[in-house]
């Protein structure tokens, strides 16, 4: 069974920052796309970041520069580093997970989900 359980969320100040981390377990495809989502009241859900099996990144143009995906293969942990947050990151973040040899933001495919973790950002 697959479980993704998101930490780290919390409130901040604009220009702040946050580490949002993900433990994964159960998951054993060798070839997998992993990232984060984000959804405000309101609004779609959408692709924030997104990290490969081949280690590959891709980003939203809006956290492009400010927001870094990693991923601990050895402690099956994925993290996103969100620096500069601005009041219009407020959201609750989800980590998700599926298999391909591509990845990207997209969120068609995504099959495994966290429960999210809430980041508040007041300006």
């Known amino acids: 069974q697959v479980q993704l359980v998101e930490s780290g969320g919390g409130s901040v100040q604009t220009g702040g920052s946050l580490r949002l981390s993900c433990g994964v377990s159960?998951?054993?495809?060798?070839?997998?796309?992993m990232g984060w989502f984000r959804q405000a009241p309101g609004k779609e859900r959408e692709g924030v970041a997104v990290i490969g099996s081949d280690g590959a990144t891709s980003y939203a143009g809006s956290v492009q520069g400010r927001f870094t995906v990693s991923q601990d293969t050895a402690e099956n942990t994925l993290y996103l580093q969100m620096n500069k947050l601005s009041p219009e990151d407020t959201a609750m973040y989800y980590c998700?997970?599926?298999?391909?040899?591509?990845?990207?933001?997209?969120?068609?495919?995504?099959?495994?989900w966290g429960q999210g973790t809430q980041v508040t950002v007041s300006s």
């Open positions: 159960g998951y054993t495809k060798r070839d997998y796309c």
């Open positions: 998700a997970a599926r298999s391909g040899y591509t990845c990207d933001t997209r969120i068609v495919g995504f099959r495994y």
